[in-house]
């Protein structure tokens, strides 16, 4: 079953298609800035692609191995945001938010690994 999968990769890569439009989407929440100068859009903007080519390649990737290795990076992917931004974040209160968010994402992307099938029948 890979509908889980495909749908998270394309969540994925619309969210970073949405932060690569208005890198806002990002900085706000995270507490980088309310108003992004331009080197901070152009840095968001990279990690925005980096989520629109790792989603596309969840949802893309046959079944088996290649969707397992995908997931398997945008996990870590997940923990390096987790680490980055929330070592980053603020406050306390901005801490946990992104916490919760990078972690909940990454824990979503490990349920799908877990019951993603290993190679395909």
């Known amino acids: 079953m890979t509908w889980p999968a495909k749908l998270i990769g394309l969540a994925t890569a619309a969210y970073g298609a949405a932060v690569v439009v208005r890198p806002e989407v990002l900085t706000k929440p995270t507490g980088l ?6 080197a901070i859009s152009a840095l968001v903007r990279s990690v925005g692609t980096r989520d629109v080519v790792s989603g596309l390649s969840v949802a893309l990737a046959p079944e088996g191995t290649p969707t397992r290795a995908a997931l398997a990076v945008r996990i870590a992917m997940d923990l390096g945001d987790a680490a980055v931004l929330g070592a980053a974040a603020p406050t306390a209160a901005v801490r946990r938010k992104v916490l919760a968010v990078t972690l909940g994402w990454a824990a979503l992307n490990l349920v799908v690994l877990w019951k993603s099938p290993s190679r395909t029948s």
């Open 33 to 38: 800035a309310t108003r992004p100068t331009p």
